[in-house]
C-alpha cells in the first residue's frame, strides 16, 4: 500500500498537465421536473460520463466545477460540485458558474426538455372516473445555448444522445446553438444509459467544413481523457490565453 | 471479527422466527413510465423501506420475494428479487409470484398512477415553434387492488404516501381497495423519501371498527421490523394456516 501511494503521487508528479490553470465547467447527470412533491419527469441518465469528464479535467490539472442532477455517484476528488434538481436551477447554477470564470464549458447532463406548466403543492389524487390525464408541459431553457449566447462566453461543448440520425442532429445543434464542439452518442432503449462504456463522435466547424473525430467503444473513464485531449487541442488557441 | 460471526450466527439460531413457513411478497422503489427512450415519469421513491421490509421478513423467517422498481439498492442476504420497471411489470411479477403461492402481499412500491398514452419509439424532438407539450397520460393497473381482488387471495397490505389529509385517505383506500392493513406515511416536499427515517401509522378494520397502531420516527430497519411484527400479530388466524 506505501509503494502503491508512492507510485500514485509519482505519477501524479509527472503526469503532464494540459490543463492546468484552465478552469472547465461539467454539467451531468439527469434533470428531474417535479410534477407534485411525489411526481416527477426526468431523463434517462446515470450521470457517469460527466463524472467521467470532470474527474479527466482535474487529472489533466484544471480547476473543476461539476454541476450535477440527481445522481448516485461519488464525487471526484479534487472537484467542487453543485448538486441540483430542475433545469432551471441547473441553468443558476451554470451561469453563476460562468460569471465566476469558466474558461470551458462542457454540458453533457441530460436536461429535461420540457417542465410541469404548474406545479401541484400537494399531490395530486386519481379521480376514479377518469382514465386519461392530461399534462401541459412548457418548455425548459435551453443550458448551452444560453451559455454560448452570454457576453462572458467560454469555449462551449454540447452533446447530443439521440436515438436516430444521429449526425443529422448533432449538426443542427452545433450550428443553432453556436458551439464550438459537439459530442454526437447513438442511444438506444438499452444502451448508452446506464453502461461503463460508450463511443462518440466529436464534430467541430474548421476551415474548409465540419471536421469529426470518432471515439471508439471504451469505458467512459477512457472516453473522457479521450474527448478532453481532443477538446484542448482543437480548442488551444482560444484556451491558450486563459492557461497563462 | 470471529467472535462478532459467532455471535450473529447464535442470534441467528436463537431469534424466534414468527413468520417462519410464510411466503411474503413486497414491491418496492417507483416504477418507471417511459414517454420516449430517453424520457420517462416516475415517483419518488428510495425503495428503502420496502428493502427493510424484504429484510426483516427474512429474517423472522419467511421465504421472501421482492419486486423492485429501478432503485440502487443491495438486495438482502436470501431474498429472491424480480426486477422491474414499469406499473405493468410490476403487476405481472406480482401475479406471477401470488400464483406460485403467496401468503402474505405487502405492496410498499410508490406505483405511478398513469403512463404515456402512447410510447414514442425515437426520442420525441422539441419543436422550436412551440412553447408548450400536451402529453396525454392513461391510468395505470391498480397493483395492489388487483392482487386483494384477485381469487387466490394473500393478506394484501398497502402503503399511502399522502401529502395531506393521511388518515382520510389512507382509510379511503383500506376500503376501496379490500386492503387487510394499511399503511399511512405522511410525506412532503422534504420528508419521508430519501429519508433513513420514517414514522407511519397502521390502520386495519377489527370488530367494532377500525384500529390503529402508531409507530413513531425510527430507522426504517427498525420500521421494518415493528411494522411486521404487527402485521404478524393482528392477521395470525388468517396467516396461521400457512405457517403449518
Chains 1, 2 share one sequence.
Request: proline share 5%.
Amino acid at each position: 500500500a506505501i509503494l502503491e501511494a508512492l507510485h500514485q503521487a509519482y505519477q501524479r508528479d509527472t503526469t503532464p498537465k494540459p490543463a492546468a490553470g484552465l478552469r472547465i465547467t461539467v454539467t451531468a447527470g439527469p434533470t428531474r421536473e417535479p410534477l407534485d412533491p411525489v411526481r416527477y419527469l426526468t431523463n434517462r441518465s446515470s450521470g457517469k460520463m460527466g463524472f467521467a469528464l470532470a474527474e479527466a479535467a482535474q487529472a489533466l490539472g484544471a480547476s473543476v466545477t461539476l454541476i450535477s442532477g440527481p445522481v448516485t455517484l461519488e464525487t471526484p476528488h479534487g472537484v467542487r460540485r453543485v448538486d441540483v434538481t430542475t433545469a432551471d436551477d441547473m441553468l443558476a447554477a451554470a451561469q453563476q458558474s460562468v460569471q465566476k470564470g469558466c474558461d470551458l464549458f462542457i454540458s453533457s447532463a441530460a436536461v429535461a426538455d420540457y417542465k410541469a406548466a404548474s406545479y401541484a403543492e400537494h399531490k395530486l389524487k386519481k379521480q376514479n372516473g377518469e382514465e386519461t390525464l392530461t399534462l401541459t408541459l412548457v418548455k425548459n431553457p435551453d443550458i448551452v445555448a444560453t451559455i454560448a449566447a452570454g457576453e462572458r462566453r467560454p469555449t462551449v461543448v454540447g452533446f447530443a444522445a439521440e436515438t436516430q440520425d444521429v449526425e443529422h442532429y448533432a449538426l443542427d445543434k452545433l450550428t443553432r446553438k453556436k458551439l464550438d464542439m459537439i459530442v454526437a452518442n447513438q442511444v438506444g432503449a438499452n444502451e448508452g444509459f446506464d453502461s461503463d462504456d460508450n463511443a462518440v463522435t466529436l464534430y467541430w466547424q474548421a476551415e474548409g467544413g465540419v471536421k469529426a473525430h470518432e471515439l471508439p467503444l471504451q469505458s467512459k473513464v477512457s472516453l473522457a481523457h479521450a474527448l478532453l485531449h481532443e477538446i484542448l487541442r482543437v480548442n488551444a488557441a482560444s484556451l491558450a490565453p486563459a492557461a497563462q
